[in-house]
């Protein structure tokens, strides 16, 4: 699997130095051209995955035990399942909803806290990003039927 894995992030490596270099990834009179930083970040990924190719291809040849046993498949699920959740929430309901039920949810079923202090530390967090990003940074995130309801 590593060796997939390794050659699939080379080729997404192959891929954004290629496009990279195309829009000019040299260092101009006026600074860096502007595939200068991407064309780098491939590189750095490129190295990366021939390390990871390398190490695979070691490993291939050893007895290895299984990755991941059903008890900790379990624990990866409850996380990965309300996280993605979460994400298919922000497209219907907006990140500060989303967010606010996310954390709710984890402090309440994870972290076995009350409801309320789960609810109320979820909605502090949401109403907190939702002044820090639209109000003070005026950085726009994705929104939902209640924020567009209230006209932001």
Do not use: N
Request: hydrophobic residues 60%; proline residues 5%.
């Amino acid at each position: 699997m590593e060796i997939v894995v390794a050659a699939l992030f080379f080729a997404f490596a192959a891929v954004v130095m290629f496009d990279s270099y195309r829009l000019g990834a040299a260092w101009g009179s006026d600074g860096p051209e502007p595939g200068y930083f991407p064309f780098y970040t491939g590189l750095i990924i490129a190295i990366a995955s021939v390390v990871l190719l390398v190490q695979g291809v070691r490993l291939c040849r050893q007895p290895r035990a299984a990755f991941v046993e059903r008890g900790q498949f379990k624990d990866v699920l409850v996380v990965l399942l309300p996280a993605l959740g979460y994400v298919l929430a922000i497209e219907f309901v907006g990140i500060y909803l989303a967010s606010a039920c996310y954390i709710a949810v984890f402090m309440v079923f994870l972290g076995h806290y009350t409801w309320k202090r789960g609810v109320t530390v979820g909605v502090s967090v949401g109403l907190f990003a939702f002044v820090l990003f639209e109000r003070w940074f005026s950085i726009p995130l994705p929104k939902g039927f209640i924020e567009r309801a209230l006209g932001f």
